[in-house]
Nanobody, 126 residues
Framework: QVQLVESGGGLVQAGGSLRLSCAAS????????MGWFRQAPGKEREFVAA???????????YYADSVKGRFTISRDNDRNTVNLQMNSLKPEDTAVYYC????????????????WGQGTQVTVSS
C-alpha cells in the first residue's frame, strides 16, 4: 500500500503562486507515474499533470492544456515526493487538488490510478 499526503494548498489572489507537495509513504513510488488531478465544486475530476520516471533519463512530464506553461510538476525519488508548482493562478484553478500514484495505465485517466491522497484545497480569488 502507498499512502499519499498533499500539502501546500491555500488562498491566493489571481496571478499568484502556490506550491503543492505530495509525500508518499508505505513503499517507494519511484517506479510509479505520479499525477495531480483536481475537482472543482459541481464538476468532474480532471487531469492536471503527471510525471513518469525513466531511470538514467529522468521523468517525462504531461500537462493539461489549461495549465500548460503555468504549472510545473517535479519529483524527488530520494524523498519520495512529488511537487506541483503553480504560477499565474486563475480563479478557474480553484479546486481540491489530489495527488495520485499509478503502477501502469494511461497517465490522464484517473480511474487507472492505484492510490490517492485526501486532497488539498486551492482557492484563487479574483
Amino acid at each position: 500500500q502507498v499512502q499519499l499526503v498533499e500539502s501546500g494548498g491555500g488562498l491566493v489572489q489571481a496571478g499568484g503562486s502556490l506550491r503543492l507537495s505530495c509525500a508518499a509513504s508505505g513503499r517507494t513510488v519511484s517506479n510509479y507515474v505520479m499525477g495531480w488531478f483536481r475537482q472543482a465544486p459541481g464538476k468532474e475530476r480532471e487531469f492536471v499533470a503527471a510525471i513518469s520516471w525513466i531511470r538514467w533519463s529522468g521523468g517525462l512530464t504531461y500537462y493539461a492544456d489549461s495549465v500548460k506553461g503555468r504549472f510545473t510538476i517535479s519529483r524527488d525519488n530520494d524523498r519520495n515526493t512529488v511537487n506541483l508548482q503553480m504560477n499565474s493562478l486563475k480563479p478557474e484553478d480553484t479546486a481540491v487538488y489530489y495527488c495520485a500514484a499509478q503502477a501502469s495505465g494511461s497517465y490522464y485517466k484517473g480511474d487507472e490510478y492505484d492510490f490517492w491522497g485526501q486532497g488539498t484545497q486551492v482557492t484563487v480569488s479574483s
